[in-house]
């Protein structure tokens, strides 16, 4: 056991993911052959460094120091740019496989991260909410709130994928691993306990499944390595790589989350956004890849807990806002455009005079997606994300 | 064992460890710990650790040398050997070895839950020199003072100031601003309120925050201030008289400490200190009567650490069943003292924590480390506590597994874990039994 877990780890790369890096992966089964993936982009992503609206003709007077010279920009068709570092998401976007939605916002406007970061997961603008969205949706599939195998790279379950229905994790610590006897006992001695007689349960199936697939021979040899990513900065690729191939599995996981800091811009930004930002494009081509044929089935969601402020701050950076951007990916995703009702950066159109104002709701983004990628109903939608009228799900996002 | 000793033992501090204690009496042997100084502070092991001062100069030296090996075309690998970081290594030894050896375990984790009330970390703005001296400069000397104090101490200190980049923040119409066109970076105005006193209860405005960014602008840093390294720059320093949740205050330094106090006096500071401490102490979800004691204290001794942590004791629902999940650092720190390991280097214990998920001195976010236990017990990280426990099973010393299980869990300790360590295969899976065992878990 202990030679097979050490050779699966080094087949993932994972060896050189440590809990302190800045990506974190948790997956989950559902019945479905249809894919998620959401991207918590924890910190607050500058929405206008990463779409950068050009073609407004206030952008320069706000915050001429943080935006690219035009001929790095990455164009979107007149207005809007990707932001130097978004190769990959540029190609898929020429393929009509990336929609990014912009001036999006959820309806917290406390500018808290802890706080913002919590709704955002659990879709109820309501503190003290124990269970996530995503839990909820599978709990909403059709035979869902199965235990399923699940695993999760990286330390820790992510709010969103907390609830009810139980998510397993599995995380390679690198650490001596008991004989399966010993695992066996130990699980036997935490039966009754009712935090750690589940998840001993749940991460030694996970263990057993994610073993079973990521020793089997490589699925890459007949994938297109066309988009190849640059070399890993902050292990989101290494990690994408890993999902995709599980993602892809027969019986595998059908929903992953990941998390990616770095985004929390107060100082020097300029310098220090090009890397995560390049990070999360190679992250994303890498899944493309890795995930092959089912690519076709998958979406993946990128959000982040609120905007940055449109002026400069003053020390080259920005501090807390409102409004930012979200984006969709995926081979059914209705691309190749950008979804936005442009609220304009004059400054008395900003909210507060500060922040890119609102003017979509990240919950009817989310809701939009699982209702296209999901069919459910309206009633499931609601048992999802409850006391969220306000927010009726967007339309046109998937294509049939 | 007594029941209530040991409930206290593993309760208010890390499990048996140390010398045992001398009183029988439970409550009088924590209320001993809150007198006087805190005794790590006067260890030799202390002595000759790095004033912040004295990390900042490093950090400085660390930055030339950087730069003059890239200069002169070499790789940084094997040629470039930071000071910060056998700063920080120094620190970690120090302070591990003492929160694992000490016999004022209460103490000590009042210590730990102050520097993650005042998170600062190594995965932002260069402190890795600075996170040691921050804890024994401007935590370890407030944990039973006055919160008032801690406060400012914490946020005057260097780490924090470049932690959450004030130390680069500039008054928009100071001479700095006005010269330079420069401004504010407000992260350390919101944190201060948000995370450090206030809380989101106070329902500050945004302008509230700029305020509060404004009064701390010139707060910086500067090697040769010893000991700590702070330093105001009224060159930087936003002019004028500012507005936070409805009081003035005046400019310069004086403004912000006034602000700060104000703050730290704030009723909405007490009820949301008087709720962690209720919460790490007590247990998931404590009673509301808990808390409300807890803030009725902090108010009636304006901010008493000392007052509120004896409180504590004094607690009913501090001595009902040990129901909370350690932490994987309580873990860890709870299990060397445990199985008495002394033989293990400085990156067992810093590696262990970065493979359980927290590694030292670089929690993620400003908010520090989850005080809840729904955030620990993914499978992924109780089968990583697991294989730890079997890992740190072979360092173990000689004592019969029996006999560690016995002084660590005394009473607590049930049948089934009794029967499956007299049962087992070898010492080493009957400590991993033990340490896997969900008695072993909860604090």
Known sequence: MNIALTRRASLLGLATIAAAGRAKLALASAPTEQRLVVVLLRGALDGMAAVVPYGDPNLQSLRAALVPPQSALLDLGGFFAFHPALKNLHALYQKNEVLPVHAIAGPYRTRSHFEAQDFLQTGIDQVGITSGWLNRLIAELPSGGVTGQGLAVGMGMPLLLRGATPVASYAPAGFAKPSPALYANIAALNRPDPAFGPAIAEGLRAARFDHATLDAPSMDDDTDHTMAPPPQAHGFPTLARAAGTLLAAPGGPRIAAFQLEGWDTHGNQMNLLHAPLADLDAGIATLRTALGPAWASTTILVMTEFGRTARINGTHGTDHGTATVAFLAGGRVAGGKIRTTWPGLNPTKLFQNRDLAPTADIRSLAKGVIQAQFHLTPAALARVFPNSSDAPPMGGLLRA | MDSDITHAMIRFGFGAGGTAPASTNPRDWLHAQLKGPDPALADPSFANLPSGADALQARRTDAVQRKRILAAGKPLKGNFKPLSRAMFLGDAKAQLDWTINTSAPFRERLVWFWANHFTTSIRQGGVEALVGPFMREAIRPHVTGNFTDMV?????????????????????????????????????????????????????????????????????????????????????????????????????????????????????TYQSLATKLAWHFCGDHPPQATVDHLAAVLTD??????????????????????????????????????????????????????????????APLPNGWSDHGADWTGSDAVLARVDFGFTAAARANSTPPMDIARSTLGPLLRPATETAIATAGSPREALAMLFAAPEFQRR
Not at chain 2, 180 to 189: D, T, V
Not at chain 2, 242 to 251: E, K, N, R, S, Y
Not at chain 2, 320 to 345: E, G, H, V, W
């Open chain 2, 152 to 268: 400012l101490a914490a946020e005057r200190h260097p780490a924090m100031l470049l932690y959450l980049a004030n130390a680069f923040s500039v008054g928009p119409n100071s001479r700095a601003g006005l010269r330079f066109h420069r401004g504010l970076n407000e992260n350390l105005g919101r944190e201060c309120m948000e995370l450090h006193t206030v809380s989101l209860r106070a329902r500050y405005t945004q302008t509230d925050v700029t305020n509060m960014a404004k009064l701390l602008t010139g707060w910086s840093v500067n090697p040769q201030n010893q000991p700590t390294g702070f330093m105001f720059r009224p060159f930087a320093h936003e002019p004028g008289p500012q507005t936070v949740l409805g009081h003035q205050f005046p400019p310069g330094e004086a403004g912000g400490i006034a602000a700060l106090r104000f703050l730290a006096t704030h009723p909405t």
């Open chain 2, 301 to 362: 001794t304006k901010g008493d650490l000392g007052a509120a942590s004896a409180a504590l004791i004094d607690l009913p629902a501090a001595w009902q069943p040990l129901t909370k999940i350690k932490t994987p650092f309580d873990y860890t720190i709870s299990l060397a003292r445990a199985a008495r390991i002394t033989n293990a280097p400085v990156g067992f214990y810093l590696g262990t924590l970065r493979k359980l998920g927290q590694p030292l001195w670089a």
